[in-house]
């Protein structure tokens, strides 16, 4: 069964670092694991993207351990302006040539001063 | 670059009539387009993928004739919620995607409101 958990909220405050973890068993081994950002009213906005090990862009780092079973998105010094709700996508075997995307359950992120 | 838009962003109907959806990618060619619907507080559910000049692949519990998906150039895929009803109101999200191209670009989304 094709599914993803991720906490539904965290809190924290302004200048510290934020971990948020998915957890997704099963997922395809020839894809992606990819995260995404959230306002409310708008589409997702990608923030980054990994296989495995770890990936850091000017904006995140994700943490993918070797069984891949979970990820874990790492923002260094948060903002009051990236509370918002963090998705991961993953891909499953779709039971032919195309992956099944899903999304994760979602994290909303409450950032205060 | 990577930019996809959707028209309109807000749209009320009255139930019983049909409402048409715009994803368009303005900058690139997208092959595969997807579709997503978001209830309150809820995650995106994909509902539908296309690919250009095929058929589009439906969800299981999604149906196909109710929520018709046309995808017939590689900028434009378009969503018509045919028969709205108020359970249909909801967000409605694209995303598209190049040939050879992992990452999905999303539009801004679309508020439906069937009343």
């Known amino acids: 069964l094709a599914k993803t958990t991720q906490p539904i909220s965290m809190d924290s405050y302004e200048g510290q670092e934020v971990n948020i973890t998915c957890s997704h068993n099963?997922?395809?081994?020839?894809?992606?694991i990819t995260w995404y950002q959230q306002f409310p009213s708008q589409g997702p906005r990608f923030i980054i993207q990994?296989?495995?090990t770890k990936v850091t862009n000017e904006v995140a780092s994700l943490f993918i351990p070797a069984d891949r079973k979970s990820s874990t998105l790492s923002l260094p010094r948060v903002s009051l302006s990236d509370t918002a709700v963090y998705y991961c996508l993953v891909a499953f075997l779709g039971g032919g040539a195309t992956n099944k995307l899903i999304f994760g359950t979602g994290t909303l992120l409450a950032v205060q001063p | 670059g990577a930019v996809v838009s959707q028209h309109p962003s807000r749209v009320i109907c009255k139930s019983g009539t049909s409402v048409k959806i715009e994803c368009r990618s303005l900058?690139?060619?997208?092959?595969?387009m997807f579709w997503y619907r978001q209830f309150p507080k809820q995650s995106l559910m994909l509902m539908a993928t296309?690919?250009?000049?095929?058929?589009?692949?439906?969800e299981q519990g999604v149906e196909k004739d109710k929520f018709l998906i046309n995808h017939a150039s590689l900028t434009l895929s378009t969503l018509t919620v045919t028969s709205a009803h108020p359970e249909d109101s909801s967000f409605y999200i694209c995303?598209?995607?190049?040939?050879?191209?992992?990452?999905?670009?999303f539009g801004p989304g679309t508020r439906l409101t069937v009343t």
């Open positions: 099963n997922i395809a081994t020839n894809d992606y």
């Open positions: 995303s598209a995607r190049s040939q050879g191209v992992r990452e999905q670009y």
């Open positions: 900058d690139f060619q997208a092959t595969t």
């Open positions: 296309s690919n250009e000049g095929s058929k589009a692949t439906y």
């Open positions: 990994g296989y495995k």
